[in-house]
Structures are given as structure tokens and as C-alpha cells.
């Protein structure tokens, strides 16, 4: 006797808990930093804001939070690191849902 095994679908997205079928977008922020104020970081700096910005835009399924930035700060800690620790800070109140950077 054969048995009839039935698929049961996902309800539930698992990268925004939210259901698979609504069009809730993803709240995505981008993170730029650069280590030196030397001039060819200045220009990767802007460069990663550019790129940043235009890629979350892009995207038709993703919301633009915004842009946290760091320029010229050294990456032993994150003591002095204010864009950092401001979007640490608005993603643990929800404010975000993905963080796009070039490294961590």
C-alpha cells in the first residue's frame, strides 16, 4: 500500500518573519567606513556611499533606511565609531532589517 505524502508549504518568510505572500519591504540601511583620511580613502569613502545608496534604491523589494557612515577612524574597537554604534543602535530597535557593507 503506497503512502500519500503531502508538501506543506512555508508560511512564513524566514528573513523578515513576515508572511510569504505580503509585500512588506526589507528595511536595509548601508554601512561605510574608511580607516584613513588619506586621499585615495576619501575617494573609496564616497565611492561606498554611491554605490551603497544606488544598490539599496534599486531594489524594488527593499526599503532605503538611510546611510551610516565612519570616515577616518582607526578599526581596532568601535569606541569612536558614532555612524556605527548609531546603526547597531536603530537596528536592534527594528528600525532595520538588512545592513549592506563592503567588509565586516
Do not use: C
Request: net charge positive; aromatic share 10%; glycine share 6%.
Amino acid at each position: 500500500m503506497a503512502k500519500t505524502v503531502r508538501a506543506i508549504p512555508a508560511t512564513i518568510s524566514r528573513y523578515t518573519a513576515a508572511p510569504i505572500d505580503s509585500r512588506k519591504k526589507r528595511r536595509v540601511a548601508g554601512y561605510a567606513q574608511v580607516s584613513t583620511d588619506h586621499d585615495d580613502q576619501v575617494t573609496s569613502y564616497a565611492a561606498q556611499v554611491d554605490y551603497y545608496t544606488n544598490y539599496i534604491k534599486g531594489r524594488d523589494d527593499w526599503e532605503f533606511v538611510g546611510i551610516y557612515t565612519d570616515e577616518g577612524i582607526s578599526a581596532t574597537n568601535t569606541r569612536h565609531r558614532d555612524g556605527f554604534k548609531s546603526m547597531v543602535r536603530d537596528a536592534m530597535d527594528g528600525k532595520i532589517d538588512l545592513i549592506v557593507t563592503k567588509s565586516v
